[in-house]
């Protein structure tokens, strides 16, 4: 079709110039009735031109088109369906953001859009209740001069949203906030709070009443064990009496244990980070660890220490030794007679490791990745003879994160298991030999 149009706006031109070369011929002026018909052409072609112009200059769309013959015409035809077609397309997507707007503004969710220097660009209604933002009035500002809270604002300017980010509300301190933001197009970003009040609260309950309850129980049951042992002493040995007891003994025990394990984990997650400052000289804590697990272990084990002496870990050093202690206790518990473990202590260029690894029963793959819930035990049983309380990983777990660290574990069933706990380098010291 574009083609067509040309060749019959060349063939005019042609015939244009075909009659004034024949006038031009008869009256012996062909030159001349040349030039003019070319110049006249050109005008025609100019004039065209400007009214092109004039009417794109008035913003095409609004106005027809100018009317005009020929190749022109197909020009000014072409460009009036574009651009009929640029504002369809146009009138279908701002439908879809207004659309995509009321289905934010009616959330219950607080969203701001952001522009790529991290001013407000749009807000919905919640962002007032919950973030105290106005739409429009703020619209332009700075968000983080008016989010203004330091841990926030470090947050919304590290880039790094991999985690979502928990902060009270500026409006109403009770409130808590989880923010996540994503960043799309050119570095625009995408901000959303949810007022996780409840979830919290809930969550603060159910902390309070395990502690509390262990706490409850703590003091009877130390009653309760210490006659039990009193009593114990007393049987005559080999008495169906003397076994009650025994048995007690050791349920008892068992029951105490769990208790200060609850009450460890209530610590760990209701306190904030204790004191990190403690220089842990871990070549030290490995000698401990190596009675606690001939203590722990039935049988003969082969314990080999690896360790870094000049190489120490800032922390909290009861946590560190309790954290330490449940692994080698866990590794004398899960191996047999003459199997070994192996205690290491060792760094490169980012981190520091500490590893317990023995040649025991294994883990089958699938129990890994819940190992560290609470409770949870690859073999009940199996938990009832070694006298474990199914909280130890947990409460590593939780030592560690509270150390900006993280438990690592791999196992081969039937082979033996590497536990390892990996400290980021800045958590560690190099004491001068
Ligand atoms: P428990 O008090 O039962 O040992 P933990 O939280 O310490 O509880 O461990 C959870 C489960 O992980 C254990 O029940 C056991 O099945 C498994 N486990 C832990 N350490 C080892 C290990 N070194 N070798 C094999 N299995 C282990």
Redesign the pocket.
């Known amino acids: 079709m574009p083609l067509q149009g040309w060749k019959t706006e060349l063939a005019r031109f042609g015939l244009l110039l075909g009659i004034a070369a024949f006038f031009g011929l008869i009256l012996d002026f062909l030159l001349w009735f040349l030039f003019g018909t070319a110049l006249a052409y050109a005008l025609w072609s100019l004039n065209q031109l400007r009214q092109l112009n004039r009417w794109l200059y008035r913003g095409a769309g609004r106005d027809e088109p100018p009317e005009a013959a020929g190749l022109w015409g197909q020009v000014f035809d072409t460009l009036s369906q574009i651009q009929r077609e640029t504002q369809k397309v146009n009138a279908r997507l701002q439908a879809d953001i207004e659309h995509l707007r009321a289905s934010f503004a009616s959330m219950a969710d607080a969203v701001v859009m952001l522009s790529p220097d991290g001013s407000i660009e749009w807000a919905n209604r919640a962002a007032h209740t919950l973030l105290g933002l106005r739409h429009p009035d703020d619209n332009g500002r700075l968000l983080v001069n008016l989010l203004r809270a330091p841990d926030f604002i470090a947050y919304f300017e590290s880039w790094d949203y991999g985690e979502r980010f928990q902060m009270a509300s500026p409006v109403n301190g009770q409130v808590r906030l989880s923010v996540s933001v994503s960043v799309f197009g050119r570095d625009n970003r995408l901000l959303f709070a949810r007022d996780i009040t409840r979830t919290v609260q809930l969550e603060q309950m159910r902390k309070d009443f395990v502690a509390n309850v262990s706490h409850e129980l703590r003091t009877p049951l130390t009653v309760i064990n210490g006659y039990v042992e009193m009593l114990a002493d007393q049987a005559e040995a080999d008495t169906p009496a003397a076994r009650a007891f025994e048995q007690m003994t050791s349920q008892s025990r068992r029951m105490q244990n769990l208790i200060n ?1 609850l009450m460890t984990l209530s610590r760990l997650e209701s306190l904030p980070s204790g004191r990190q400052d403690d220089l842990v000289a871990v070549n030290g804590l490995m000698e401990g660890l190596r009675e606690e697990i001939a203590a722990a272990a039935t049988g003969e084990r082969t314990v080999e220490v690896h360790c870094d002496e000049t190489l120490r870990l800032m922390g909290d050093s009861k946590e560190i030794q309790s954290a330490f202690s ?2 080698a ?3 004398a ?3 047999r007679d003459g199997d070994t473990i192996t205690l290491r202590w060792y760094a490169d260029r980012d981190h520091a490791y500490f590893e ?1 690894e ?1 040649t ?4 089958e793959p699938q ?1 890994l990745p819940r ?2 819930e609470r409770f ?4 009940q049983s ?2 009832t003879t ?11 777990k939780h030592i560690l994160i509270r150390h900006h660290g993280e438990l690592r574990i791999r ?1 081969n069933p039937g082979k ?2 590497r ?1 390892t706990c990996i400290f980021p380098i800045s958590a560690t010291q190099r004491r001068d030999v």
């Open positions: 394990d449940n692994l206790v866990n590794a518990r899960y191996t317990v023995d025991g029963i294994g883990i129990h190992l560290t949870y035990r690859v073999d199996r938990a070694t006298g474990g309380t199914g909280l130890g990983l947990a409460i590593v196992s033996g298991s536990f």
